[in-house]
């Protein structure tokens, strides 16, 4: 009896593990491609890397720019993509047609909603305006405990090091806490950081 206890309990942890390990990712980035080559061939090696590792890739949903890149090498390489668009970008020239799923929803605030749901972690790529907002929101959310889901910056060709020394900058001033910073990860290559997010374990606050 006592080693059928000891066995049960050692499947009921790997049973444990195996829920909590990294599914699915949702990833933020430009719907253009930037003026250099580096930002799409850090898309494309995600999109292949993510696929490779049967992690299911949840993103805007569109077919333009590092977006494109990203889920059509998702796709290339047997890859489960999701996307998710509100439906005034839903058009033939903006949404991606040919994903596993396409979610058109009513606004940029259900997008945004729906892709962290479905998602165990957040992964920002190059990207503008709207890339920024998305990342933002994901780690004010973690800081005030609404998810415990991993984020992380791939820091390509030193696009995002102005905007990390500004965090550095915020904690200096006391506007940031140490903690929250350190909570964003940053790697500069693709292996790296999924390496770091399969290690993370996404918990429900």
């Not at 942890?13 to 390990?21: I, N, Q, T, V």
């Not at 992964?123 to 992380?152: D, M, N, S, Y």
């Amino acid at each position: 009896m006592e080693a059928l206890a000891k066995w049960l309990i050692c499947e009921q942890r790997l049973r444990d593990r195996l829920e909590k390990m990294m599914k699915s990712l949702c990833v933020f980035l430009g719907a253009r491609f930037g003026n250099r080559p580096e930002y799409a061939e850090a898309a494309q090696a995600l999109g292949a890397e993510m696929a490779r590792r049967g992690l299911h890739l949840v993103y805007g949903g569109g077919g333009i720019g590092l977006m494109g890149v990203l889920a059509d090498a998702a796709l290339a390489a047997g890859g489960r993509v999701t996307g998710v668009i509100p439906d005034f970008l839903a058009d033939p020239e903006v949404a991606h047609r040919e994903l596993t799923e396409l979610r058109v929803v009513a606004s940029m605030h259900e997008r945004k909603a729906l892709m962290a749901e479905l998602a165990d972690g957040f992964v920002v790529l190059p990207g503008g305006l709207g890339t920024l907002e998305e990342c933002f929101e994901v780690l004010t959310w973690a800081q005030l405990g609404v998810h415990r889901k991993p984020c992380g910056v791939l820091n390509v060709a030193g696009y995002w090091t102005s905007l990390l020394a500004f965090l550095d900058q915020a904690v200096e001033e006391g506007f940031v806490g140490k903690t929250d910073r350190a909570a964003l990860m940053v790697e500069t290559t693709v292996a790296r950081l999924l390496d770091r997010f399969q290690v993370e374990s996404p918990e429900a606050p």
